[in-house]
Each structure stands twice: as structure tokens, then as C-alpha cells.
């Protein structure tokens, strides 16, 4: 990303966060098998890498051209950083406190702002990005069970039991729609707007 030439501010989507979220995923499994401190060291560099790309982002969204529509499900991998941070919080320290708070309830803040988007993603032509949905709510689905079982309130257990059910619906309807477009060969095609684009280029 640094030593480059080629690299655009329209190039950036959701999507590079992937990599910052597999930093505050091994703080999940780092105490029990590679030690506390390494669980410590790998969580600071996703939530302060989260936190930076994040403002890159939303200066991208704001003030350049839209997100290719075909890209927008990437929207959701928003919600990742700041849910796997929450669980990755939580299990290092081993309590529910201000700051698990701040990450649990920013992940629920971006779900809740995309979810009253949704008849505009639902207009979305099936392509792979829609995938993009599961991750996301799945580890929402699982911060908030584990916010229900630190803090008590039924309320986060009703959020868990929706965002379940969401999920468990999304996996089985993007599987359905895969297998159907892998088998017609409409899996891996360009957008629309890209085929155009190459006809004219050759013209």
C-alpha cells in the first residue's frame, strides 16, 4: 500500500479492511496459545490501523465518487473491525467495560445505519461482494450474545437471536444463489457498466 504507484483514492473500498480485522481476530485465540502479550500487541495494531483506515474511508465515501454499486456490500465490513475488537477486548481482558462498550456499540451503530438502507442493497445484481453481508453480522451476532452474557440484559439477547436469525437466512440464500450462478457461468463476470466499458475500447 505504501510503496506503490498506481493507487487511487476511488481504488479504496470497505473491502481493505480485511486485513486490519485479522489482527483483532488472533487476540482471540493468543492467550491460550501464544501468550497474553501477543494477543495485546496484535489487537493495538488492528484497532489503531481500524481507526485510520476508517477516517480514509469515510473520506472516500463523502467526498469522491460513489462506490461502484456492485462493490456497496462491502458497506457491511464496516461492521467487522469494531465487533472483532469488542470480543477481542473482552476475551484479553475479560470484562465488559467503557471501552468493550465503545466497540460494541459502534458495530451496532453502523449495522442499525446500513440495515434502514436496506431496500437499496436488496436492488443490488447478486455478485460475489454479497458474501460481504455474513462476516460482518456474524461477528455482531456473537458480540452481542457475549454482551448479553457479561452484562445480563435480556435486550442484547434479542439482538443476538435477530442478527442469528439474519445471518443463518443470508448463508443459505447466498449459497442458493452461488451454486445457481457458478453452475450458469454468471459467477465471476465483470459488472455490466466494465463490459461496456471494454466494448467501447475497442471500438
Known amino acids: 500500500w505504501i510503496h506503490h504507484e498506481?493507487?487511487?483514492?476511488?481504488?479504496?473500498?470497505?473491502?481493505?479492511?480485511?486485513?486490519v480485522v485479522g489482527n483483532v481476530i488472533a487476540p482471540l485465540a493468543a492467550p491460550e496459545y501464544a501468550g497474553l502479550e501477543i494477543g495485546w500487541f496484535f489487537f493495538s495494531i488492528g484497532v489503531i490501523f481500524w481507526l485510520m483506515l476508517q477516517a480514509v474511508i469515510f473520506y472516500r465515501l463523502f467526498f469522491h465518487p460513489p462506490v461502484d454499486k456492485v462493490l456497496l456490500p462491502t458497506l457491511f465490513i464496516m461492521i467487522a473491525p469494531p465487533?472483532?475488537?469488542f470480543l477481542s477486548y473482552v476475551h484479553l481482558n475479560g470484562t465488559v467495560d467503557g471501552?468493550?462498550?465503545?466497540?460494541?456499540?459502534?458495530?451496532l451503530f453502523i449495522a442499525l445505519l446500513l440495515l434502514v438502507q436496506a431496500a437499496r442493497f436488496i436492488k443490488i445484481p447478486f455478485?460475489?461482494?454479497?458474501?460481504?453481508?455474513?462476516?460482518?453480522?456474524a461477528a455482531l451476532t456473537n458480540a452481542s450474545f457475549v454482551m448479553f452474557?457479561?452484562?445480563?440484559?435480556?435486550?442484547?439477547?434479542?439482538?443476538?437471536?435477530?442478527?442469528?436469525?439474519?445471518?443463518?437466512?443470508l448463508i443459505a440464500h447466498l449459497t442458493a444463489k452461488t451454486l445457481w450462478a457458478a453452475k450458469?457461468?454468471?459467477?465471476?463476470?465483470?459488472?455490466?457498466?466494465?463490459?461496456?466499458?471494454?466494448?467501447e475500447a475497442k471500438a
Not at 149 to 169: D, K, M, N, R
Request: aromatic share 18%; glycine share 6%; with cysteine.
Open 6 to 19: 498506481k493507487w487511487q483514492i476511488e481504488h479504496l473500498n470497505p473491502a481493505w479492511f480485511i486485513p
Open 83 to 85: 465487533a472483532m475488537a
Open 99 to 107: 471501552l468493550a462498550r465503545l466497540f460494541y456499540y459502534t458495530a
Open 127 to 137: 455478485a460475489i461482494s454479497w458474501w460481504a453481508y455474513t462476516f460482518p453480522i
Open 149 to 169: 452474557g457479561h452484562v445480563g440484559e435480556v435486550v442484547f439477547a434479542y439482538i443476538g437471536a435477530f442478527f442469528l436469525s439474519l445471518v443463518t437466512v
Open 184 to 199: 450458469n457461468g454468471k459467477l465471476c463476470v465483470p459488472p455490466p457498466h466494465s463490459q461496456s466499458a471494454k466494448q
